[in-house]
Structures are given as C-alpha cells and as structure tokens.
C-alpha cells in the first residue's frame, strides 16, 4: 500500500514561488498516476495538475495553467509541484493523491490514496 506525504508548504508573497514535493512509500508507486489538488476555504477541493505514471503526458487546471510545473522522480518515488509567479487565489490547502488508472487522471473520485496535504499562503 503506498502512503503519501507532502512538504514543501508555507508562506510566500504574490510572485513568488514554492516547490511541494510528496514523497511515496511503497514499490508500486512508480505504476501510479499522481496529481495535486488543493481546497481553500469555504470551497470544494478543486483539481490542480496531474501526471501519468510514465512521466507524460500531464494535465493542468486553467488556472495554474503556465505556472504551475508537475513532474515526478520514479527513482526518488517522489512527485513535485513547482509553483511559479503565485498569487493570492492561490493560496489553499494541497494534496497529492494517486491513482491505479493508466492515463492523466484529474476526477478526485478515481483517486484512492491520498496525503496528508500541506498548506499554501500567498500574501498580496
């Protein structure tokens, strides 16, 4: 079973960036597609990026499009969200979650493993 922990979190200002990374136990993390989502508060979780287990293709929200980066170490069992020229809305509670499905994957409900998340302030 693969377990997901995330760092990386804090607080930056508007422009700045920031690198989660969620690191994974277990050998069958290398066959699972991964994606960030986060959730602000007083919203629903929302789907931020997501990878497939290869490595590629990957899929990004509209709003993080061209600023946010996700990418993934099979070797470290690591999957990595850089964050770039943040802003305010931003700012949200991030998990990472893993899928069993062979593709990108971006609907929550086809995740089955998640992190503990960590949390993201961006301050105007």
């Known amino acids: 079973q693969v377990q997901l922990v995330e760092s990386g979190g804090g607080l930056v200002q508007a422009g700045g960036s920031l690198r989660l990374s969620c690191a994974a136990s277990?050998?069958?993390?290398?066959?699972?597609?991964m994606g960030w989502f986060r959730q602000a508060p007083g919203k629903e979780r929302e789907f931020v990026a997501a990878i497939r287990w290869s490595g590629g293709p990957t899929y990004y929200a509209d709003s993080v499009k061209g600023r946010f980066t996700i990418s993934r170490d099979n070797a470290k069992n690591t999957v990595y969200l850089q964050m770039n020229s943040l802003k305010p809305e931003d700012t949200a509670f991030y998990c990472c979650a893993a899928s069993n499905s062979l593709g990108v994957v971006t609907t929550t409900s086809l995740y089955d493993i998640w992190g503990q998340g960590t949390q993201v302030t961006v301050s105007s």
């Open positions: 277990g050998r069958t993390f290398s066959r699972k597609a």
